[in-house]
């Protein structure tokens, strides 16, 4: 009977990580990432084992097998991936159209780096944009009221990506909504 390596995350922004798991009870167990034997270690009368390692920045594919006392050696694990990515996304080409802004829509464009844990959170001092379309570039909507306040806004773009890495930037717009002086 093969090892069983205990759940891992598919993403994380941690580089170590102690992985446990179930095997024969005293048995030696072996851990393989990306196909390479990289640690062991022996079972509890219990079967349980555990290893302490850090991860490599990008994919890792864990496996394990055991050898008991006799000397057999198990099938190998089911293999499970984790995604190690300590960097943070990047929002680029931001756009914001009409500009200057009047009452009504306010389109705001971006391209974020990486795939999301969550759509970004877009927002003034005063609301928060609404989300419109997260095809490339993604695609909100602030509509510039009466009471807006006159001058230059500042959107604030929140980003997270699936490994919990965090990304801010800002949209900055001018909101021009008194009628001119004659």
Known sequence: ESPTISSILRYTNVLSHT???SGEPNSTVNLHRNGTPIAQTTASGEGIFSFTLDFLEGENTFSSES???AGNVSSTSTELV???DRNN???ANIQVSPQPAKVGDVQITFDVSEPLVQ???VSTDTRTASFVSHT???LYRYTV???DPQGETIASISVADL???VAVSEARFTVDIAAPEV
């Open 19 to 21: 992985l446990t798991g």
């Open 67 to 69: 050898t008991d006392a």
């Open 82 to 84: 984790s995604t190690l």
């Open 89 to 91: 996304p990047v929002i």
């Open 119 to 121: 759509n970004p959170i």
């Open 136 to 138: 490339s570039p993604y």
């Open 145 to 147: 009221g009466q009471n």
């Open 163 to 165: 490994a919990g890495n």
